[in-house]
């Protein structure tokens, strides 16, 4: 079975950014407001965090529940895993409590180096050295199920830049407009060259993107 690396339900505003400016504790997405950002995937029934029963059918619904499908190893930048800039802040496990949502081997691609730490199935690295070196840690990693790219925008853009991508899902929320910020694209058509696309309005609002190599 072949190996895949993927990138899925990644959110971008209207102009191509997957994060503003100013990120913090406080603000993990800088002055981008996550809530209008990613109201899409919080309104499906598949929606992990849901506390409530019901939520919306349909697309989205069934991207939101395929996120895990195979995946056996995730990779991101240091800014998606923690607002602390410079040496590593050791008492910092992330944004995502005792129980984080990925359920495999992460992989984070930092200069500030720590060893690495397990919060229930979750085990993260971190690891000084390019996109090509990392895949192949998450590959064998990965025990032959696909490699999740998981963001933010700057670290996408080094696998897109790398061609190291197989396939991308990015949604694109058309009413968001941030200005500044991490930027994955000033349009998608910077990726026709490379990948076949298809693209799918959604009842939410948000248009999906969704890339296969050619």
Same mark, same amino acid.
């Given at each position: 079975m072949t190996q895949l690396v993927k990138v899925q339900n990644f959110n971008v505003s209207a102009d191509g950014f997957?994060? /503003?400016? *100013?990120? %913090?504790?406080?603000r993990p997405f800088g002055h981008a407001d996550p809530g209008t950002m990613f109201a899409w995937a919080g309104a499906t029934a598949n929606w992990p965090n849901r506390t409530e029963p019901g939520g919306t059918r349909g697309l989205d619904d069934f991207l939101v529940r395929d996120f895990h499908h195979n995946i056996g190893a995730e990779i991101m930048g240091a800014n998606k895993f923690s607002p602390y800039r410079g040496p590593a802040n050791l008492d910092w496990q992330g944004w995502w409590g005792d129980e984080p949502p990925f359920h495999t081997p992460v992989f984070v691609m930092t200069h500030h180096l720590r060893p690495s730490f397990t919060l229930s199935d979750t085990t993260f690295h971190f690891v000084d050295a390019g996109p090509a070196e990392v895949?192949?840690?998450? #590959?064998? $990693?990965?025990?032959?199920?696909?490699?999740?790219? /998981? *963001?933010? $925008?700057?670290?996408? #853009?080094?696998?897109? =830049?790398?061609d190291l991508? =197989?396939?991308?899902?990015?949604?694109?929320? @058309?009413?968001?407009?941030? /200005? &500044? *910020?991490? #930027?994955?694209? &000033?349009?998608?058509?910077?990726?026709?060259? #490379?990948?076949?696309? =298809?693209?799918? @309005? %959604?009842?939410? *609002?948000?248009?999906?993107?969704?890339?296969?190599?050619?």
């Open positions: 997957g994060a /503003g400016v *100013g990120q %913090s504790f406080e895949l192949e840690l998450a #590959r064998e $990693a990965a025990q032959g199920k696909d490699i999740r790219i /998981g *963001g933010g $925008a700057t670290t996408v #853009r080094e696998f897109l =830049d790398a991508i =197989d396939t991308l899902h990015i949604v694109v929320s @058309p009413t968001v407009t941030l /200005g &500044e *910020g991490s #930027r994955l694209w &000033e349009s998608p058509d910077e990726l026709l060259d #490379r990948y076949h696309c =298809d693209v799918v @309005p %959604s009842s939410s *609002g948000v248009i999906h993107h969704l890339f296969w190599r050619r």
